[in-house]
């Protein structure tokens, strides 16, 4: 990437999350569909819906939650908790309700943080018939003994499950499926950085002659993942790496979590990627918990699916508050996460296997005008293209070779190009 | 174990050891018989005759040895060495002799420890027409020239190998083997000690609820090794996890030698209670030598059976000498060393591998009411499902989950029972 | 090997080098003939010859090349050149020419080594349509603007490719191939060194029983294993260990670059000889340049082939230079170099695979008069006898046995023997 350009591709993807930061997006409903539209405009997704009731594994796709609006109001008429404040301040999915309630009858319904009494926590109460607000512990204290009118303008209803997808085909139908979580409100971190990321990854994509075939999906996390692969999953052996992506706007360094085979297609690339290129990052193992790799490497789909943070989920206080807010994430951070991403790219594109046509003993590259080396001198392409022959047995890819040699990606790339030309190798599929 | 009852169960041990200590055991005879009898006031094991001259692969069983006295009188009468003094005092398994010698031609016989000049040696002369007696250094140098009556009174004649054996039935036809040689006479760690532990414990297992099915075996060394795998070859198939016990009295830090697969159930197992519940100790590979493991792991044989000691033999110089006396073993480390073998057992127990039965995806645990997280939070139980319905794919065991996620076994043995009752996951056999 | 001989042994291979050196050898040729003829007074090899034209593989092989006189002559008429007194002076496969030029001209075929000024480079233009001269650097820029006559007396005519084979029939088809390079002119560490090394270890190995076929060839470098490698392909098979043996003479310490396969037997049994042997070493991985293994090792070939060497190819100022001359070879340093060599011979015929004929349980060894061990004590060739026992299961050879043991692997071969005799092992073949 050109460093001059990480100032507007920063100011880019930053400006997507300012544009969808205000909108109350949740498992269902709405929100998610108004996030959609805006992404459309950047790149051409198709909007999918399915319906309430359908059946997806062990899960059912869950009414549609939508929201108008939601108070609590004192004896006196005042508004003491709004939702038009914030989308954090209703928990989200809850169920609509007006009545009256004592302090004491209210408290329960309340969620704060005493550890960062200036923050509002975020909650959800999907698949619970259950209603409830989130504040800040100082405004919690500020509330007196009275009687307080809620309002919860919530519906619940038969709708659909919306989530977005984007196919970018290319010369061969092996995958590349790349998922983002699209259900969490007005928070910036998580996930917004990673839509925006997304979305301009995808728009790199679609600009690059591509081999393989890419497929972005934007959706809601748990329910949305198994949304997908129930209704994909006679497709999912086209999958040859997978991406999670996740919290990339913030100070942190870059952490790789493992898919969970543990040394996948995508497990050696990015760790490649990631040490080659220099970038400051830390690898992980799977673990059963975190984003949608859950599902993704659940042990009945096991895909060679990984996932991309910063900072990871539970490791920063921000996380699942209103303090991860548009001054949470950085320009800069988002550029320099893209960038790692459309490297990541470049290498899934240059990461081919290669078989060698004469496999006993080297083919004569000087009658072919490849090889000039006299008597003991020989140059780098000259020595890529001895690794190359040599270790194109059907075992080896191109990160493979580079490990073994020392030498870089894209000679190793070039003398590829050099011995298909010359019919001395081909491409194994 | 609860270490207030720790002095108690240290007595018991060392007790029957006190008990069993003055008996003359060997490979064959009433020594053993006696032995056996004592145990068998403890736990109901079965006493077992092989005549003299069964084949067992490569061997046969031999002539059954009984000793009645044994002495070494000068010429005015006066015993010089007295078998009943001391069963090492007689070269175990020699033949019965009534001569007078030289102390030249004496000299032939007798067997001291010079570095030691206390201690009498133990010796053996199984298979060989031998005779010999074993005394202290310092009694040696006491004797003088003079003609000598040798006396051994002992048989060697058609008879049977006794052993014991007692069989737990558990729910399962998959076998624990747990093995210790009963053949040394009058030495305390090698092998009272273990005899008192495997004792005990078979005690212990037979009042819990156990899954796997025990056999414990109380076996002459060696030949009773190798008779019992001839005898029962066919069966050996059932055995999931073995143990040799030996030296388990000293005060030394405990030994594990891995079986003779390297990396087998057993071994795996116990290096986890050992460092997960802080036993001070070592680990070695498979050596073919030491004691019964020669034949358990023998090539052909090969079962998953490894050695729990404290001090290895020959690493002490009181081993097989009249210095591992009733002094040398502790009852503290007695306790101690049962305590471990009642973990392990535990642990075997425990060690179950499970098959998830909703392996795409998660199962919806919400619905079950076995899920109680909210946006982000998550209890430790509810993380041990989570670990456990992933890795729960026919590879992995609890103790592998365990190693993998850093939670602890019981806990998610706990999350085992859960999802188990609300059918999510069943048991792998 | 005694150290006693090894002036006399270093004299003799050093003397090898002495008469080998003035020869101007090639890729084909007479002065290969003649160095052939030379070996083949000390050991009777076979001279083969393959015609110019020959399929190899993807090549041919080349018209042969000769060469009676060449020289450069100023207007003057003295020579500034002459290949009469270096062999280097001439590019070699130079094609004939004769004709006048400027110093201009004449320069775009002179090669030297500015950095080196006192040296001749060694060039090639092997399958180029090419001619050349080589020279120091200060002689270079003693040339003066003039005219100059180029001579150059060679011939490219239909002829062969020579190259020199000997086959050392032994108990086994099982081979073992050395290759070493014949094709380098005037230069004493490459090649001269290994091949006065192999020279005088096929006669080490002819006056051995050996157990082994053992395969000793003299080829140009590259077409001469090409060659080699396409006329023999159907036997490849039975190569068992395999060894190309390059700059033996030099005062460097030994490397060892593995073979392709990276844990074949020759690359363990190098490992084990060199560590247990105390030789101060070096071991590389495999890479797809070098020597001969780069035609040993394609992946369609993929022997079992490692190269020994002691300073690498490139790795020293002196190579492919008139420096590597008979100064830069040490006969002390080519006495150690067959000395690693013969311990690498006995250790590859040493090192059998047995397998145990009473694999379930120990045969009882005190019978048959092999194991004297009497309660715990036990001495070396016992252990090592039951070490063997409990390996030899098929899956381990001696070198296996001595890094599990520790155990020398002599003692382990007279363990061998023994259990051979008594018939309680049989040879794995």
């Given at each position: 990437m050109?460093?001059?350009?990480?100032?507007?591709?920063?100011?880019?993807?930053?400006?997507?999350?300012?544009?969808?930061?205000?909108?109350?997006?949740?498992?269902?409903?709405?929100?998610?569909?108004?996030?959609?539209?805006?992404?459309?405009?950047?790149?051409?997704?198709?909007?999918?819906?399915?319906?309430?009731?359908?059946?997806?594994?062990?899960?059912?796709?869950?009414?549609?939650?939508?929201?108008?609006?939601?108070?609590?109001?004192?004896?006196?008429?005042?508004?003491?908790?709004?939702?038009?404040?914030?989308?954090?301040?209703?928990?989200?999915?809850?169920?609509?309700?007006?009545?009256?309630?004592?302090?004491?009858?209210?408290?329960?319904?309340?969620?704060?943080?005493?550890?960062?009494?200036?923050?509002?926590?975020?909650?959800?109460?999907?698949?619970?018939?259950?209603?409830?607000?989130?504040?800040?512990?100082?405004?919690?204290?500020?509330?007196?003994?009275?009687?307080?009118?809620?309002?919860?303008?919530?519906?619940?209803?038969?709708?659909?499950?919306?989530?977005?997808?984007?196919?970018i085909?290319g010369e061969l139908?092996d995958e590349v499926?790349i998922?983002?979580?699209?259900?969490?409100?007005?928070?910036?971190?998580?996930?917004?950085?990673?839509?925006?990321?997304?979305?301009?990854l995808?728009?790199y994509i679609q600009n690059i002659k591509n081999k393989f075939s890419y497929?972005?999906?934007?959706?809601?996390?748990?329910?949305?993942?198994?949304?997908?692969?129930?209704?994909?999953?006679?497709?999912?052996?086209?999958i040859k790496y997978g991406l999670?992506?996740?919290?990339?706007?913030?100070?942190?360094?870059?952490?790789?979590?493992?898919?969970?085979?543990?040394?996948s297609s995508i497990d050696k690339l990015i760790q490649f990627v990631l040490s080659t290129k220099n970038f400051?990052?830390?690898?992980?193992?799977?673990?059963?918990?975190?984003?949608?790799?859950?599902?993704?490497?659940?042990?009945?789909?096991?895909?060679p699916?990984g996932?991309i943070?910063?900072?990871?989920?539970?490791?920063?206080?921000?996380?699942?508050?209103?303090?991860?807010?548009?001054?949470?994430?950085?320009?800069?951070?988002?550029?320099?996460?893209l960038e790692l991403l459309t490297n990541i790219i470049d290498t899934i594109e240059f990461n081919q296997k290669y078989i060698n046509?004469?496999?006993?003993?080297?083919?004569?590259?000087?009658?072919?005008?490849?090889?000039?080396?006299?008597?003991?001198?020989?140059?780098d392409l000259?020595y890529a293209i001895?690794w190359l022959l040599?270790y194109s047995d059907g075992n080896h890819d191109l990160i493979d070779i580079a490990e073994k040699s020392g030498l870089d990606l894209k000679l190793l790339n070039s003398a590829g190009k050099i011995l298909l030309e010359?019919?001395l190798i081909t491409i194994s599929n």
């Amino acid at each position: 990437m050109d460093k001059s350009k990480i100032p507007e591709i920063g100011n880019q993807l930053y400006q997507l999350i300012e544009k969808l930061y205000p909108i109350c997006r949740s498992i269902t409903g709405n929100g998610n569909r108004k996030t959609l539209q805006i992404i459309k405009k950047i790149i051409p997704i198709d909007i999918k819906e399915v319906p309430t009731g359908t059946k997806v594994f062990d899960w059912t796709v869950p009414k549609e939650w939508n929201i108008n609006d939601a108070y609590v109001k004192d004896s006196s008429g005042n508004k003491i908790i709004d939702f038009k404040n914030s989308n954090l301040h209703i928990v989200n999915y809850s169920k609509p309700i007006h009545t009256t309630l004592t302090l004491k009858e209210l408290k329960d319904h309340l969620n704060t943080l005493p550890d960062y009494p200036d923050w509002i926590p975020y909650k959800t109460s999907y698949y619970q018939d259950q209603w409830g607000f989130c504040l800040s512990f100082n405004d919690l204290k500020k509330i007196k003994e009275d009687n307080y009118e809620v309002f919860v303008d919530s519906e619940l209803s038969i709708g659909s499950l919306t989530y977005g997808e984007y196919y970018i085909k290319g010369e061969l139908e092996d995958e590349v499926l790349i998922s983002t979580h699209i259900c969490h409100p007005s928070m910036c971190n998580d996930n917004l950085s990673a839509i925006s990321i997304a979305t301009y990854l995808a728009e790199y994509i679609q600009n690059i002659k591509n081999k393989f075939s890419y497929r972005i999906i934007f959706i809601p996390a748990t329910i949305g993942a198994i949304t997908w692969l129930a209704l994909n999953e006679k497709n999912l052996y086209k999958i040859k790496y997978g991406l999670v992506l996740a919290l990339l706007g913030d100070e942190g360094k870059f952490n790789y979590k493992r898919s969970r085979l543990g040394n996948s297609s995508i497990d050696k690339l990015i760790q490649f990627v990631l040490s080659t290129k220099n970038f400051d990052h830390a690898i992980q193992n799977f673990t059963p918990y975190g984003y949608d790799e859950r599902q993704f490497c659940s042990p009945g789909i096991n895909l060679p699916m990984g996932t991309i943070m910063r900072t990871p989920n539970k490791k920063f206080p921000e996380y699942h508050t209103s303090a991860d807010n548009l001054n949470f994430v950085k320009s800069s951070k988002l550029a320099e996460s893209l960038e790692l991403l459309t490297n990541i790219i470049d290498t899934i594109e240059f990461n081919q296997k290669y078989i060698n046509l004469f496999p006993k003993c080297e083919p004569q590259l000087g009658r072919r005008g490849i090889y000039n080396s006299v008597a003991g001198n020989i140059n780098d392409l000259e020595y890529a293209i001895l690794w190359l022959l040599n270790y194109s047995d059907g075992n080896h890819d191109l990160i493979d070779i580079a490990e073994k040699s020392g030498l870089d990606l894209k000679l190793l790339n070039s003398a590829g190009k050099i011995l298909l030309e010359k019919k001395l190798i081909t491409i194994s599929n």
